[in-house]
């Protein structure tokens, strides 16, 4: 597979409950990358990883968020008591070079309810 | 990383050349612009990048003018699959995360 794989496709979870998802990125690129994108908008920033390091993360990932990536391969983004304005599609992206060009996922749509 | 500033949609007709146009007066010299675009459903696909001279690649050319002020993205002949919405995003090379800004984008729709 030489893309990149993010699961479920869909999730629709009620209001409080915890939610996680993974990425599985393109083997070879250690910077992988989260994503929320609303309704209209653009995809906005959410934290990075360079292999196994977290090295940013933006205003937008709450103390409810948390990502990981162990060993530097798969990535999983949890989200704790959810809430509705939590709905948004969640992208992941990897690229290997600097200069290159990010590969995202197809993403995981997330409807709280 | 610098603004930039993108039509909101844009018409163009099948198997014609569709020349999106993005304006970005606050670049400075180390700033590349990326182009991606996202298809419905999809997640955002990157299409090319370039510095300061022209680029082309399989599937779109990047036109960047001489005080890299704006570039134009020219898809040569438009299909029904281009309908897209088309991201312009000017993106600073440095150590640290290299994370990318999108803005709202151009909604491109081709017509048949």
Known sequence: DTGVSQNPRHKITKRGQNVTFRCDPISEHNRLYWYRQTLGQGPEFLTYFQNEAQLEKSRLLSDRFSAERPKGSFSTLEIQRTEQGDSAMYLCATHEAPLGGYTFGSGTRLTVV | ?112
């Open chain 2, 1 to 112: 990383d610098a603004k930039t500033t993108q039509p909101t949609s844009m018409d163009c007709a099948e198997g014609r050349a569709a020349n999106l146009p993005c304006n970005h007066s606050t670049i400075s010299g180390n700033e590349y612009v990326y182009w991606y675009r996202q298809i419905h459903s999809q997640g955002p696909q990157y299409i090319i990048h370039g510095l300061k001279n022209n680029e082309t690649n399989e599937m779109a050319s990047l036109i960047i003018t001489e005080d890299r002020k704006s570039s134009t993205l020219i898809l040569p002949h438009a299909t029904l699959r281009d309908t897209a919405v088309y991201y312009c995003i000017v993106r600073h090379l440095q150590t640290g995360a290299n994370n990318l800004f999108f803005g709202t984008g151009t909604r491109l729709t081709v017509i048949p």
